[in-house]
């Protein structure tokens, strides 16, 4: 519990949502984009607003667009939920860094999360946070890679096969210790795709918990799909849940 937010947690959640979404296609940035009727950035935030010790919950926006998200974002977050809206920078890490910078005292844990991984579930953002307080200074969700691997030369020929069970696909919400994640963004040096990634340049360990399967990152259209029918599954299971809570 915080002195801001009695009734919520100890968990701030950085949400990088500045990215142009190059590769779903033309049209609006890929975090304003709809899914189901809500924007992408409307389904994250209702999510973590969902996850019981997330108390913080700050946005890097599309240039120029922050105060347009804070309006759009004000029907989804919860009673004592801290929202809070930046503009974002030119790379996603630093869209993290501008995000960062804006959690107020009192969040001992950090969690950052895409926007685009808008069907993360509120158990994962849990589970993230869990293992950090349980004493890992840096915590990633990962799940099995199922294909092959093989690394390729510069002819397009195959080099090697990869031994696949030593390999994890990783996702977010990656969950850090305060401290630990502004140490590593103070020490970047070039652009990394995960945060993860800076902390084990500084020397940290970083430990997995399972991830999930609707964590999965909307990058291409035909990634919108699979979202669409993950959704509906996942709208489909909750009235399954409460006719059979009535019977
Ligand atoms: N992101 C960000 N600021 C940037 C670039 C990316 O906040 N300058 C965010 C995206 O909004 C997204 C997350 O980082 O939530 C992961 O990035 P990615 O999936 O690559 O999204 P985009 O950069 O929007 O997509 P693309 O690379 O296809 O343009
Ligand atoms: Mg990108």
Redesign the pocket.
């Known amino acids: 519990m915080t002195a801001q937010h009695p009734m919520r947690g100890d968990v701030a959640v950085l949400?990088?949502?500045?990215?142009?979404?190059?590769?779903?296609g033309p049209g609006a940035?890929?975090?304003l984009r709809e899914l189901g009727g809500v924007s992408l950035l409307s389904h994250t935030v209702r999510r973590l607003g969902s996850a019981g010790p997330v108390g913080c919950v700050v946005v890097?926006a599309p240039v120029g667009q922050a105060d347009a998200v804070r309006a759009a974002l004000v029907a989804d977050v919860p009673a004592g939920l801290d929202l809070r809206v930046v503009e974002?920078?030119?790379?996603?890490q630093?869209?993290?860094a501008c995000a960062l910078a804006a959690v107020p005292p009192g969040y001992p844990i950090i969690l950052v999360h895409?926007?685009?991984?808008a069907l993360a579930p509120p158990d994962l953002v849990e589970r993230v946070a869990a293992a950090v307080r349980d004493g890992h200074d840096a915590v990633i969700p990962v799940l099995p890679v199922v294909d092959t691997i093989k690394r390729v030369d510069e002819s397009g020929h195959v080099s090697a096969t990869i031994d696949r069970s030593t390999l994890r696909a990783v996702q977010t919400p990656q969950g850090f210790r305060r401290e630990v994640l502004e140490a590593a963004h103070r020490s970047a040096e070039d652009s990394l795709?995960d945060d993860a990634g800076l902390v084990e340049r500084i020397g940290v360990r970083v430990f997995c918990v399972p991830g999930a399967e609707a964590a999965m990152?909307?990058?291409r259209p035909a990634d919108l799909a699979t979202a669409e029918r993950l959704l509906r599954a996942s709208s489909s299971d909750a009235c399954g849940a409460e006719s059979g809570s009535n019977a």
Request: hydrophobic share 35%.
């Open positions: 949400v990088p949502a500045a990215g142009l979404g190059t590769r779903l940035p890929k975090a890097a974002g920078g030119e790379t996603r630093d869209s993290v895409d926007a685009a991984r795709t990152k909307i990058t």
